[in-house]
């Protein structure tokens, strides 16, 4: 899809040539002499309009305007949530194979975030997933002409950010949404390939060979139930100097997930495909990253296997060796992301990486906790903390600070292991991001659980591409503030006595 941004006074919107040309009408709008203003004020006279955000009036053929459709769409205060919930009650309209070219004018100045919030949606909106349905509708919508009243210098930069965000959004869409048998952790290491085709990034693939030489005992035991070899997906992403450390981001790559021995109820047990969320979040990043080339160093680390039931499979109360020495009890294989993911956070010390962050659909109990609106957040970090959560709310793709004291790891402790891999059923999603924390040192550390946001349930079912706007607003922050140039890693606090 192609997005083009224009300087389209509302004469000048009239005589833009498009399939369909979308007015967007705030409060308060005052009309002029033109026949496009004439048009809204008559109608909002006649109350045949609304400026409520998503209210909407069709026409068709009217005289004075090139475009064969016309949609009047209130935008009610204009800011980036209104033209979003505006835009989206377009959806269907935009998903119209007749409907190629859209024209999207703001009736009256744009701020930069709703013009950046405009091209997301009309994105959203017209997202077809089309790899296992091939005589499905592709998408038609092929060219968007933004218009904004009046230049605004910081309109083309949100702009240009919200085109890259796009791209990656997709990308974390289609990989989430296809099928286990189509997005096997093979097929997601090619994925992971196929970026590094882009300047800047580079990717390496580890096999079952090097995963066991590096000693990652509790990634092979979920791995081993399943005749799909695993893939320790490595991507580096350098727009900064090399003297400089990365920000490591690790997604849960688990490309289904069974329970594994631990086997779940068979109801919406396809859901599971999408339990690689945290790893296509991982992917979509990266392909935003290779757009905007922003000066940032960023590593990208996914564990992909399938949790599967098999007569080599792991089986609970088996106790296995992480790459960090610690012995994990596994008394449910269900709870398998985390057993991929700490051998992961080990492996990322070696970066010395300024902060890392982890992507999961780690625990029903989050969804439990937080809905499908924000996803768990979990950081004994204030400041690393504080801007994801700026991150999230100002790429609208927000999360919430959930507690992490240590009296939580109480329930993870066993009799014969360092550690267990589950504890009660209480608190869930704080218990699972306490036993990642166990592998983290010194390193500052997030955790993201999108077991809420990554995929939506029922008719909407398909993934949603979150966190990648959270991640990428986070990134290119740290590009900008000093904090992440810092050569070195923060400084090493003295260990917590044990
Ligand atoms: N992938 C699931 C988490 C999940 C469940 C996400 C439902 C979205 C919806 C994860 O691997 C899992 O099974 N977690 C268990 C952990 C439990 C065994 C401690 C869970 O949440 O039930
Ligand atoms: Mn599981
Ligand atoms: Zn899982």
């Given at each position: 899809m192609n997005f083009e941004l224009k300087t389209l006074s509302l004469p000048a919107a009239a005589a833009h040539k498009c399939d369909l040309l979308v007015l967007l009408v705030p409060d308060g709008f005052k009309p002029e002499a033109d026949a496009l203003s004439v048009l809204v004020a008559r109608a909002l006279k006649a109350g045949d309009l609304e400026t409520k955000p998503g209210k909407l009036l069709s026409l068709y053929a009217v005289p004075g305007i090139s475009a064969r459709r016309l949609v009047l769409l209130g935008c009610g205060k204009a800011n980036a949530q209104a033209v979003r919930q505006a835009v989206h009650a377009l959806a269907a309209t935009l998903r119209a194979p007749a409907v190629k070219h859209v024209g999207l004018v703001f009736a009256t100045a744009a701020e930069a975030g709703s013009v950046a919030a405009a091209v997301r949606a009309m994105a959203d909106g017209s997202y077809v997933f089309t790899t296992t349905k091939p005589k499905a509708e592709p998408r038609a919508l092929a060219r968007v002409t933004l218009g904004v009243p009046a230049e605004r210098s910081d309109v083309q930069p949100e702009f240009a950010t919200a085109i890259a965000l796009v791209a990656g959004i997709e990308y974390a869409r289609e990989w989430a949404n296809r099928p286990a048998n189509h997005a096997t952790p093979t097929l997601v290491g090619e994925a992971a390939k196929a970026l590094a085709r882009h300047a800047g990034i580079e990717c390496k693939l580890h096999g079952p060979a090097q995963v066991a030489k590096l000693g990652m005992g509790a990634f092979l035991a979920v791995a081993q139930g399943s005749e799909q070899p695993l893939r320790f997906i490595e991507l580096r992403y350098g727009?900064?100097?090399?003297s400089q450390a990365p920000v490591v981001l690790v997604g849960k790559g688990i490309t289904f997930d069974t329970g594994g021995i631990s086997l779940k109820p068979a109801?919406?047990?396809?859901?599971?495909?999408?339990?690689m969320g945290g790893a296509a979040s991982v992917l979509g990043v990266f392909r935003a990253l290779a757009e905007l080339k922003p000066a940032i160093n960023v590593v990208g680390l996914i564990p992909a296997c399938e949790n599967m039931p098999d007569g080599r499979a792991v089986k609970p109360g088996d106790v296995v060796t992480s790459m960090s020495g610690q012995t994990i009890e596994i008394l449910n294989t269900d709870a398998e992301g985390r057993l991929v993911l700490c051998d992961a956070l080990t492996y990322a010390a070696r970066f010395k990486p300024a902060a890392m962050i982890d992507i999961a659909t780690l625990t029903g109990a989050c969804v439990v906790a937080l809905g499908g609106l924000r996803s768990g957040l979990f950081s004994a970090d204030d400041e690393l903390a504080g801007r994801l959560l700026a991150a999230g709310d100002a790429a609208q793709d927000p999360c919430w600070r959930m507690p992490l004291d240590d009296d939580y790891a109480e329930g993870l402790k066993s009799n014969f292991a360092d550690l267990a891999n589950v504890a009660g059923r209480a608190g869930g999603a704080i218990t699972a991001a306490k036993f990642l924390q166990s592998f983290v040192g010194d390193i500052p550390w997030a955790h993201l659980d999108i077991a809420g946001t990554a995929w939506k349930s029922g008719a909407a079912k398909g993934a949603t591409g979150r966190p990648v706007g959270l991640l990428l607003h986070y990134l290119l922050a740290a590009a900008e503030a000093p904090a992440a140039k810092r050569k070195t890693p923060a400084p090493r606090r003295a260990r917590a006595a044990r």
């Open positions: 727009g900064a100097a090399r109801a919406e047990m396809d859901e599971m495909k999408f339990d």
